[in-house]
């Protein structure tokens, strides 16, 4: 998994319409790169949720949300407009995104083992740095502890 201090990969992803979104334009912003792993599941619409309501907190602070997942662009899409959120949802189908940010791996449930992407999130700067990493995020107390975190971020020096 990406440390704390090191430079975020740079990607290439389709958003929810399809449209291909690089995470170096957004450079000059804080952004919030999540990684869930399956849209529409009931832990992932509790975290997607609470951003979308708390998005005037995020916008508050200059951060720009991405979330990614391993499904394909008509799930991605599906979940956006369900939920009608007001950020930016990506679709890492081939899953190189997640293997580039160290979430990709083996998990198990009900006895059987399957690779997926951990729930994680990563607090990268306007310059590109990694300078938090949630490696075990909670749906529920996802929001208060990033947005506490960009505070923190935002008032020291880069």
């Known amino acids: 998994m990406i440390e704390p201090g090191a430079a975020a990969p740079d990607f290439t992803l389709p958003d929810a319409d399809g449209t291909p ?20 599941t009931p832990g992932c619409t509790t975290q997607a949720c609470g951003i979308r309501d708390r998005a005037a907190d995020y916008e508050a602070r200059g951060a720009i949300v991405f979330g990614i997942s391993p499904d394909p662009v008509k799930a991605v899409k599906k979940f956006h407009d369900k939920q009608e959120l007001n950020f930016t949802l990506l679709a890492d189908e081939d899953h190189a995104v997640c293997e580039q940010y160290g979430v990709w791996a083996e998990k198990a449930m009900y006895g059987k083992t399957y690779w997926g992407a951990l729930r994680s999130t990563f607090l990268v700067d306007p310059e590109g740095v990694v300078r938090h990493v949630i490696p075990k995020a909670s749906p529920k107390t996802h929001d208060d502890e990033v947005l506490a975190k960009l505070d923190e971020l935002a008032g020291a020096p880069a």
């Open 21 to 40: 979104v690089t995470l170096s334009a957004s450079a000059g912003s804080w952004r919030v790169v999540y990684f869930y792993p399956k849209a529409s």
